[in-house]
Every structure is written in structure tokens, then in C-alpha cells.
């Protein structure tokens, strides 16, 4: 095995070992986290809903399965790639069976806790040649899982995160997909606008803002923000 492999295998351990703990995640689609959940389920192990998995961040789970007795027998179950020179630096957290995995760059990996399998992943194209000096553009920290059904909830959270890193392009579009989720275009494409004045080259920013202007009937500048985005980033689905 190369050097570069053991290496590589060495920064997945940490959700590897979680992986290898969730005997009880059958759930293939993710589920709601709400405050009540994470309060009901911080005895039972099953998940790793938030960041030190309960809201006393213990980072220790209840499970009992494996212990100092048999931890001789325990061997490796799978192994995921998670492309990043610069390595992991955060735990994942787990949602009913899926590992969500937050890589440099705000790339984000959904990976099935059972087989490895890379579910999905989201690559904001964060441009270090323009954020250089930037150490949150470089590394991460962490992530939180969401309901798209709680728009309202959302927006006071990117409220927040907005406050405090005012810099951060991919933060105006998380915000803006929750205004478009209650049905406020017109919100949704002032956040999308702040993110393009961040980032001129923001594919995703121009993607989401097409898709607002679509909403509102603005047909001719929809076109313009989509042809831009497909320019920038060709991976992204053509309307």
C-alpha cells in the first residue's frame, strides 16, 4: 500500500469508526432533526445528529457493542475516498443512515453509513485564488443538518452565519434557497446578487438566481444566468 493510500485511509477513520457503530441504521432517506430529536435520541447511540452528537457535546457514544473485549476482533468493514489535499478536519454527523462528510472548500459528501457508497456530494466551487488569505475558504467547520420543510428556521440560522462570516458567498446562497423555498423570489435573488458581488465566478450563485428570475417571469435574464452558469460550471443541469 502507497504511502499516499495510508495516509488517505488514516483521515477517514474518524467516520469510518461511526459507520462501523451505526448496527441500527437501516433508514435509507434522511429524516427530520429537530431540537426534540436530538433531546429524545441522546441516550440511544443510533445517529450522530449534531456536532459532539448531543447538545453537552460529550463526543462519546452510549453504544455498548464494542468494548475493550472484543475490540481485537473488530476489522475494516469499507473505506470511502474524500478527495482533500488538505485533509479532514471536522466529524461527520449522522442521519439515519447517512454519513454527511465536510470536506475543505465547503464540499459536502453524503455517504451511505452501510456500504461506503457515495450517496451525493456538493462542490460550491469556493475560488481559493480569490480568498487565498482566507482560513475558512481553506478548511471547515462542520455542518448541520436542515429541514428544506423549515425555510423560517433556516433563514435564522444563515442569519446568523451570515453575521459572523459576511464573506462567505456559499452562506447568501443556502439563505436564498430557503427564500425560495417560502416562496420569495425576489428576497432569494438579493442574496444570489450579494454572492456573485463576492464571487463574480460563482456558477451555483448564477444556477439559483436563474432559477428565481424563472419564478418571477423574468425570462431573458434567466436565460442570461443560466448560460453563465453552464459556462462556468458544464456539470450543471441545462434548464
Do not use: C
Amino acid at each position: 500500500m502507497s504511502d499516499e493510500r495510508i495516509s488517505n485511509m488514516t483521515k477517514y477513520l474518524s467516520f469510518i469508526a461511526i459507520a462501523g457503530m451505526l448496527t441500527a441504521a437501516t433508514a435509507t432517506k434522511p429524516g427530520d432533526v429537530t431540537e426534540a430529536r436530538v433531546i429524545a435520541e441522546a441516550s440511544t447511540g443510533n445517529d450522530w445528529l449534531v456536532g459532539g452528537r448531543s447538545f453537552d457535546e460529550q463526543h462519546f457514544s452510549p453504544l455498548e457493542q464494542i468494548t475493550d473485549q472484543n475490540i481485537g476482533n473488530l476489522g475494516l468493514a469499507w473505506a470511502t475516498d474524500i478527495p482533500s489535499a488538505m485533509g479532514l478536519a471536522t466529524e461527520p454527523i449522522v442521519v439515519d443512515g447517512v454519513i454527511y462528510v465536510s470536506a475543505p472548500q465547503s464540499r459536502v459528501y453524503a455517504v451511505d453509513a452501510l456500504s461506503g457508497k457515495v450517496l451525493w456530494k456538493f462542490d460550491p466551487k469556493v475560488r481559493l485564488d480569490r480568498m487565498r488569505n482566507s482560513w475558512s475558504a481553506h478548511s471547515n467547520r462542520g455542518l448541520a443538518y436542515i429541514k428544506l420543510g423549515q425555510p423560517d428556521r433556516a433563514i435564522v440560522d444563515f442569519d446568523e452565519a451570515v453575521r459572523l462570516a459576511p464573506g462567505a458567498a456559499s452562506l447568501y446562497v443556502n439563505r436564498g434557497q430557503a427564500y425560495e423555498a417560502k416562496s420569495e423570489p425576489e428576497r432569494a435573488i438579493k442574496d444570489y446578487d450579494q454572492a456573485i458581488r463576492l464571487v463574480p465566478d460563482y456558477a451555483q450563485a448564477y444556477f439559483r438566481r436563474a432559477a428565481a428570475l424563472r419564478e418571477m417571469g423574468q425570462l431573458e435574464r434567466a436565460i442570461a444566468d443560466q448560460t453563465k452558469a453552464n459556462q462556468l460550471d458544464p456539470e450543471l443541469p441545462a434548464p
